[in-house]
């Protein structure tokens, strides 16, 4: 089919080698993120090796991750509470493609997990692992459902930060 | 406008250099609360909400799906509005005339503190084939305006710096004020050169806060409890924005904005028919550019008009007398919001020792910075 399409195709080494002119901007495009109370009690909470949430004592919700207000009732909520480090998978994902689009040959499980003692739906995203390593293995360990419990980085490594959980694994 | 709309609810935060403490989102579901006890309403009550938001300041891709939680719009109507606090204004007023609502809220918030290279994310607004490859930091446009603004109006850099000292003076009596001080226009002239004629003093310093605003049909005020402040007229208009074909003088989208904006309000004589105007003053020059372009003074007097204390607190008709954003902070396009409180707390007479007296119609005139020709007007005024 494109070989019958007319006239020539651009390629790389044309733009490369100055044949077609670009222009080319390379911004400084950095940003900070004040975390504010909620999320940097939570990441305080992550350095300790505590998983922390917040309640709202109108609808009786606890909300992990935690905000300072309620979205549904639209007022203050009212205690911090800290969770198990176990919880169940909602759902999952076997994913084989790494950041630039290239394959990889054992695949990441992305998953979102409902932390036992958090309101159901309520839960925090992280990475399976030690359950195989293709879709057939993946899937024979894994379902929605599972329980599964965090594997935490050595507390001297922990830098309050989402990753200072390395991964979950199933509890059976 | 079809039917009557108002202002019937404000909320806001104090104006800081740096808000470490808080998240975007805990500074807004501050500020919507204290505007809903206001209206006296629960986010039951909206029926849509328009938020402002640019990428490249919030530093989140799509960042309208951040909108809603802290505003209590979870599963409502939200749009996002890539523009000026006062076009928001305009999107809500329009909402509410297609007759689908009767209660919006408009949100805007800045945390500038988090733009760490933010002349880089101003560069981004320049024309990247003609413009950027110069490799210039992104202020040099201002300069460029400045010089030509002066060069035709016949107004001075000395006039501008008396802008400053104005503004942050004003700021002295605006408790929520990030940038308070008894600066004197000659320290405006000493201070460092930025893109000369521009120097260090003439621009305003970017600040974080957040607003929110309920904005109703006359049809709900009854079910309200917030003191309605009337949207009489409101328009913006977009110049061209190529730094080599631009008119660098007048602020066209001004004087266009405003003439439309007037015509809806019933303004004939804007210096007569107005009690206070919180005007654009990113840079000072640009507040005596749009003073002149919303015929406040005639052209080349802004300055001369200024000295003579007219647009002063106590003046004929004070302009800034909240401290405009040198004395406030920037708080880039949640700017005119800050305005646009201003006018609400005046026109319901809130607005404490900086209060103008007898004030019953005012505007507020946005821009939305370097290196835009783009900017809004709006009249407001109280029963």
Known sequence: ?172 | MTEKVAVVGAGFTSLRAMSPDMSFREMVFDAAVRAYEDAGITPRDIDSVVALGEDFREGTCISDEYVPDQLGAVQKPVQTVSGDGLQGLGVAAMLLNTGACEIVVLEGHSKASNIRHPAHVEAMALDPGFVRPHGWHPVFVAGLEMRRFLHESGNTAAQAARVVAKNRRNALRNPIAAYPAKVSFEQVLESRPLAEPLRELDCAAPADGAFVFVIARESAFKRLRGQPVFLDGISWISDTCNLFTRGWGEASYTRQAAERAYAMAGVSSPSRDLNFAEVDDSFAYKELQHIEALGLAPKGQGGTMLEQGAFDAGGKLPVNVSGGSLGCGHLHDASSLRGLLEAVLQLRGHAGERQVANARRGLVCSWRSIPTATGAVAVLSRR
């Open chain 1, 1 to 172: 089919m494109i070989s019958e399409l007319r006239g020539t195709s651009l390629r790389e080494e044309d733009i490369g080698s100055g044949n077609v002119l670009t222009t080319e901007w390379r911004p400084k495009l950095d940003f900070a993120f004040d975390p504010g109370v909620a999320i940097g009690q939570f990441l305080q909470g992550l350095k300790e090796g505590k998983l922390l949430g917040r309640r709202c004592h109108q609808c009786g919700r606890t909300m992990i991750p935690p905000r300072m207000f309620c979205e549904l009732c639209f007022r203050r909520n009212d205690e911090w509470v800290e969770l198990k480090d176990t919880g169940r998978v909602n759902t999952f994902s076997v994913s084989y493609v790494n950041w630039d689009a290239s394959r990889r040959e054992k695949p990441q499980v992305p998953a979102v997990i409902e932390i036992d003692g958090a309101s159901p739906g309520m839960g925090i995203l992280h990475l399976l692992s030690e359950v195989g390593e293709s879709v057939k293995e993946v899937m024979a360990r894994v379902k929605v459902g599972t329980a599964v419990q965090a594997v935490w980085k050595p507390a001297a490594q922990r830098e309050g930060s989402i990753t200072d959980i390395l991964y979950f694994r199933p509890l059976s």
